[in-house]
């Protein structure tokens, strides 16, 4: 049982790159987040999406696009890499409704340069 | 717009002693309130999580919460701490009409000293 995928587990790009960090899950959730985590911050909702084709915006989408073509996969991209995007980014899914748990995947450490 | 409060960045707790982490969710509608860990490197999992009923709440690890509305707070506690209980800890609030968007406090760091 896969869970939640995120590739790459580690990525450095130079400033005013971009890439797409991929998310997948396996189990037929509804609702996909991606979060960003610095230090002292917690965890930030960047974007999140309640189905497929249907996207809305977290705390913080400046500079990050999404997509949700299918139930599957929910890959965040970063158009024009800067360092202040430096962090660690996780996926999570969830069935739909208030009270369900989030599966979270391993995590990507991106560094800007 | 919908937040949580964990005002302890980092505890220190000598192994066997017993913990309190601190959670304060904004009023609002009804919450729906959530504890994740997180161990050093890896993703979150979910210790334990309140919506209505009893007030305290069992999870998993000996973890337990209890929930007081008349203090808008969700604390975490645990009657004697193990040292594979180190990790970062985080409180987490859905609302009626906002289930998809779960949102997380700052975390609070847990050391243990043997």
């Known amino acids: 049982n896969a869970g939640v995928t995120q590739t790459p587990k580690f990525q450095v790009l130079k400033t005013g790159q971009s890439m797409t960090l991929q998310c997948a899950q396996d189990?037929?959730?509804?609702?996909m987040s991606w979060y960003r985590q610095d230090p002292g911050m917690g965890l930030r909702l960047i974007h999140y999406?309640?189905?497929?084709?249907?996207?809305d915006q977290g705390e913080v989408p400046n500079g990050y696009n999404v997509s949700r073509s299918t139930t599957e996969d929910f890959p965040l991209r970063l158009l024009s890499a800067a360092p202040s995007q430096t962090s660690v980014y996780f996926c999570?899914?969830?069935?739909?409704?208030?009270?369900?748990?989030?599966?979270f995947g391993q995590g990507t450490r991106l560094t800007v340069v | 717009a919908q937040s949580v409060t964990q005002p302890d960045i980092h505890i220190t707790v000598s192994e066997g002693a017993s913990l309190e982490l601190r959670c304060n969710y904004s009023?609002?509608?009804?919450?729906?309130l959530f504890w994740y860990v997180q161990s050093p490197g890896q993703g979150l999992q979910l210790l334990l999580k309140?919506?209505?009923?009893?007030?305290l709440v069992q999870g998993i690890k000996g973890f337990e919460a209890e929930f007081k509305r008349s203090q808008s707070s969700f604390n975490l506690r645990k009657p004697s701490v193990h040292w594979s209980d180190a990790a970062e800890y985080f409180c987490?609030?859905?609302?009626?009409?906002?289930?998809?968007?779960?949102?997380f406090g700052t975390g609070t760091r847990l050391q243990v000293t043997l």
């Open positions: 999570a899914s969830r069935p739909p409704g208030q009270f369900t748990e989030a599966f």
């Open positions: 189990m037929n959730h509804e609702y």
């Open positions: 999406s309640v189905g497929a084709g249907i996207t």
């Open positions: 009023y609002g509608a009804t919450p729906y």
């Open positions: 309140y919506f209505s009923g009893d007030t």
């Open positions: 987490a609030v859905t609302y009626t009409g906002t289930a998809s968007k779960l949102t």
